[in-house]
Structures are given as structure tokens and as C-alpha cells.
């Protein structure tokens, strides 16, 4: 199948992208990498009347670090993530996650800003946002607003992005002292979305956990902050009767819906046993 037809414009300022919704209104539609949207118009899933092309905004490609915070504008390709030094030392979770983004084709064109504004309940990038307590910046031609990644995850595919809004990028804390990060995800072959995948962030300091974070996706509409785990690591070492308490604990924190290949019941086991090996891999004790 074919798209339908429509219109294309590659403004050279987001003052010109504001205008042209201003002009179209819901008919237009962002256009990054097009590694999701471009298929989508294939199938007939969206039919936008005009496709704004922000590629030519370079303002909103880079990743920078400043002091102790690290901004990933949302024209960052996934390779220029996977690939960054800045990356790998400030932002171990998402230098981990990385590899696991689709292939490395779709890695060369898709963006930090289409996989957080897309919000595929399975993809990696939003989990690692929320996992790091990331900001995310919008704007509009009425200005700018930052919302928590934790707060930007509305539902399936709905985020907060209101309509003439362009998001900007994302900031994240760059890796505290005694701070250590650990993804896993299980997929049906390397590079397809996740099963299921967790993200966990916190302290492991004296032999001990502290102020963790953990959070699953491919699981439920939304990454998933699961804080009964979270709890269940708070002040305990790296030990089987820790990963006992947090397996069970990510009962109370999940309600996995089933899709077409696994149940319900399936995803709500492969978390527990994520959830187990997590434990060992922030410890740095895992095989
Ligand atoms: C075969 C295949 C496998 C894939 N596997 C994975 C995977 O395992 N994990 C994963 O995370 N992703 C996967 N992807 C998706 C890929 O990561 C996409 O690149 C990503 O989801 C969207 O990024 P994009 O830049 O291509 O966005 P586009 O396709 O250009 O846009 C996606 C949506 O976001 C909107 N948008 C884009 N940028 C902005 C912005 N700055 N402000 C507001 N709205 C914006 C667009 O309007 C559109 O609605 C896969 C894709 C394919 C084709």
C-alpha cells in the first residue's frame, strides 16, 4: 500500500514549523527520522495532509554537557547516541539501551525526539527517560514548557504533546558518585521491540542499594516506574533473599497486558526473571 498524497515542507526555523501549524492545524504532522511515521502513511495509519520536515533545524540535533546536566536535542539520531563518548560516561543507561533500538539502518535515521514523541509502550528510549528522571522540553508558538518524562507518558502511543507543539529535546542528570545503571530487554531477535525490558538506575554503595529506580516497558501502555521494587532494593545488599523480595514485589507493580504472541501471564513471568537478573547487573555481579 501506498501513502496518500501529501504535502511537503522542510522549514528553516521553528518560528516557520509554529507558523505552518498555525496554517494546518491537526492536518500537519511532524516529520524526524521517519522511521515510524513514514511506515505508518505506507499502511494508511495516518493521512496527514502536510509533513513538516524539521530535519534542516539543526539547533535540535546535538548532544551537549554542561556541568552536571546533559541535553539531548531531538534531532539526535539514535547512532549519534549509541556512538557518543559523552554518552557512555554520562548516561550509561541509555549507552546500554542503545545497541537494542531497532537495527542499525533505523538507528541512522530515527531520533531521540521521534522514539520520545511516538511512545511505543516497547520502546527503549522513553523507559531509560523516565528510569532517569528526565526533563523534557516543548515548545509552541505560545513558548516553552518542561514536563517530566514521568509525567509525559499519557497512554497507548498519547504523550502530553499538545497540538502545535514541537518537542525539543530532553535533560538528564549526568552519572552521580556511586550511581550505576543496568538494561536488559527480552526480544524475539536482536534489535526487534522488546518483550519485555527493564531500566534501572540508583546507588549501590557499600554493598547496598539506595534510591534505585526501575522501570519496565513492553509490558503495559506506558513505561512502568515500579516502585514496590524500587522499595524492595532500598538499603539491601545484592543477595538472593533481595532479588527474592523484588521479583515479588514487581507483582504489586505491574498489570502486563497480553498482545498477540504473549499472554498476560507470559509477560508478568519474564519480568520476574528481568527483575531477578536486574538485581545482579546494577550490583555488578552479573554473569
Ligand atoms: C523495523 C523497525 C523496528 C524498530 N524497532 C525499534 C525498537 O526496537 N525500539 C525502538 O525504540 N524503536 C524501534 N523502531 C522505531 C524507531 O526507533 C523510530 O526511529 C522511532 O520510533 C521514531 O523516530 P523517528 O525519528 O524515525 O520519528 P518519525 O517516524 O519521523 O516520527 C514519529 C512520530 O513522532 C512525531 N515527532 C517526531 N519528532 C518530533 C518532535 N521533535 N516533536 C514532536 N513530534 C515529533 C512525528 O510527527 C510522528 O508522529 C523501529 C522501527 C522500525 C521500522
Known amino acids: 500500500m501506498k501513502a496518500s498524497a501529501f504535502a511537503y515542507v522542510k522549514p528553516t526555523s521553528l518560528s516557520d514549523v509554529f507558523e505552518l501549524f498555525e ?4 492536518a500537519a504532522q511532524i516529520l524526524a527520522g521517519g522511521q515510524s511515521l513514514i511506515a505508518a502513511l505506507n499502511m494508511r495509519l495516518a ?35 549509541e556512538h557518543s563518548a559523552e554518552i557512555a560516561r554520562c548516561l550509561p543507561l541509555i549507552h546500554q539501551a542503545m545497541p537494542h533500538v531497532a537495527h542499525a539502518a533505523i538507528r541512522n535515521r530515527g531520533t531521540f525526539g521521534g522514539s520520545i514523541a511516538y511512545a511505543d509502550p516497547a520502546a527503549e528510549l522513553p523507559a531509560c527517560s523516565v528510569a532517569l528522571d528526565a526533563t523534557l522540553q516543548l515548545a509552541s508558538k505560545s513558548g516553552e514548557r518542561s514536563v517530566p518524562a514521568r509525567q509525559f507518558f499519557k497512554g497507548l502511543y498519547e504523550t502530553d504533546l499538545r497540538p502545535g507543539e514541537v518537542l525539543l529535546g530532553g535533560e538528564f542528570r549526568a552519572l552521580q558518585p556511586g550511581y550505576r545503571s543496568a538494561f536488559l530487554e527480552l526480544a524475539r531477535r536482536h534489535g526487534d521491540y522488546a518483550i519485555v525490558g527493564v531500566a534501572a538506575h540508583g546507588k549501590f554503595e557499600g554493598g547496598r542499594f539506595s534510591d534505585a529506580s526501575v522501570v519496565f516497558f513492553g509490558i503495559s501502555a506506558v513505561p512502568v516506574l515500579a516502585v514496590s521494587a524500587a522499595a524492595a532494593l532500598e538499603g539491601n545488599p545484592c543477595s538472593p533473599d533481595t ?28 519480568a520476574r526473571v528481568l527483575a531477578g537478573r536486574i538485581v545482579n547487573a546494577l550490583a555488578g555481579t552479573a554473569s
Open 23 to 26: 496554517q494546518y492545524g491537526d
Open 47 to 81: 493521512a496527514p495532509a502536510v509533513l513538516i520536515d524539521i530535519n534542516s533545524l539543526t539547533d535540535l540535533a546535538g548532544i551537549s554537557v554542561s556541568n552536571d546536566t546533559v541535553r539531548i536535542g531531538a534531532l539526535a539520531r539514535h547512532r549519534s547516541l
Open 243 to 270: 532479588v527474592a523480595a523484588v521479583q515479588a514485589a514487581v507483582s504489586e507493580d505491574l498489570e502486563p497486558y497480553g498482545d498477540l504472541y504473549h499472554s498476560a501471564a507470559t509477560k508478568l513471568h519474564l
